[in-house]
């Protein structure tokens, strides 16, 4: 049986672009394996370090096909990467107008209140630690989904 409303609540569900910057691709397969299971309706990029990021968010390079890099409705963004670290990449991030408004979620392995404080007085959205485990990642993954994903509203 074909039903109006749920047609109609189904072509309102959009993709999100995620964009996540980690250069580890063991944590970049967990990454998307987390994602996968959270069942949110998501396609994710991955860039390697801070420039690749800079230049995806730039069109620049390899990525400057849209289609290959669409402009993300949110970024994560690991902080210790080779070239230009997370912090020098939300710097410049959030000095260019056309890119200040896309939020930064910061996932690392960093514990540190210097680092927390520091991020975001550079203007981060959030700051995440990443949990040790592959289910305690899927959970985070999950929450931080759903937050950005279903209850908060993004800039477009």
């Known amino acids: 049986m074909n039903n109006p409303d749920h ?4 072509s309102q569900i959009k993709t ?13 397969m967990l990454t998307r394996e987390a994602f996968d299971e959270s069942q949110l309706q ?3 990029f991955f860039v ?10 730039c069109r620049r390079g390899k990525f400057e096909d849209p289609r290959v890099a669409p402009r993300p409705s949110f ?12 912090r020098e990449a939300l710097i410049e991030i959030r000095a260019n107008e056309a890119l ?11 514990k540190s209140v210097e680092d927390v404080q ?5 203007g981060v959205n959030s700051f995440i630690t990443k949990p040790v485990t592959f289910n305690g990642l899927v959970n985070t993954i999950k929450i931080v ?3 950005w994903l279903e209850v908060a509203e993004l800039p477009r």
């Open 145 to 147: 989904g759903k937050y």
């Open 75 to 86: 970024i994560l963004l690991d902080l210790n990467m080779p070239k230009k670290d997370g």
């Open 48 to 57: 390697e370090d801070g420039e690749a990021l800079m230049d995806f968010l």
């Open 16 to 28: 999100v672009n995620i964009l996540v910057a980690e250069d580890d691709p063991d944590d970049q």
């Open 7 to 10: 047609n109609h609540f189904l």
């Open 118 to 122: 520091q991020l975001y007085e550079l």
């Open 42 to 44: 998501h396609k994710l």
């Open 100 to 110: 200040r408004q896309i939020p930064v979620i910061v996932l690392t392995t960093s």
